[in-house]
């Protein structure tokens, strides 16, 4: 499938697939989408208590969602396992094109004086290699993992506590979006956990609450109206 590198509107690149008419990110910003659904609605859940935590992406992509939570871990001095499906790798070429590393740093300007070392991180996280757990930097640490998503038991991971769920729409592969995924995905967390996710469409929201999750509708990024996240156990709400 054709792949073609695209800006969207907040400075920030994508990879849009001309095939299916889809992108890997909003075409309304690419950052925006990533911190306000991943790390506004998920990692931040966490940083009231400093614990150690473990997130799975499914749908690591170009490693966007990975890199601010680096960054956000060092922010908030938690120490992050981060383990990030994805079944195509991008590949180098396509990360030197994106190159999102001075969108999504402008976010941080308290770490300015770090600036090369995060560009090192940045680097570290895409060119790491597969399927080995590697310390990126002293709060984060990462396993990436070339699979399919419905083979989620073979990667010898689980007690997640958060969930990043970024497959592509359910336009092009409605499959992701069925319950049968969502209970492999659930088969892999703690008791207590969050899974949060840009969609906000009725099935995902059927499957999650079947699963015994609290789901909430909440605003969206740019662009979209509404996102979600489901809480199971969790021992307090945002």
Known sequence: MKRIIQETEDGSKTIYIEDWDESYHSKHGAVQEAFHVFIQNGFHHFTETK????????????????????????????????????????????????????????????????????????????????????????YFEIKKVEEDFFNLKNINENNFDLVYFDAFGSRVQPELWEKELLEIVDSLIKKSAIFTTYAAKGTIKRGLKDLGYIVQKRPGPPGKREMMVGLKDFPFDK
């Open 51 to 138: 614990n150690p935590i473990k997130i799975i992406e499914i749908g690591l992509g170009t490693g966007l969602n990975s890199f601010i939570t680096l960054i956000e871990a060092e922010k908030h001095k938690i120490s992050v396992q981060y383990v990030g499906i994805e079944k195509f790798p991008v590949s180098d070429e396509e990360f030197e094109l994106v190159n999102y590393f001075e969108n999504v740093f402008k976010l941080y300007p308290e770490f300015e004086h770090r600036k090369e070392e995060f560009l090192d991180y940045y680097q570290q996280l895409f060119h790491s290699s597969w399927e080995n757990w590697h310390k990126i930097s002293p």
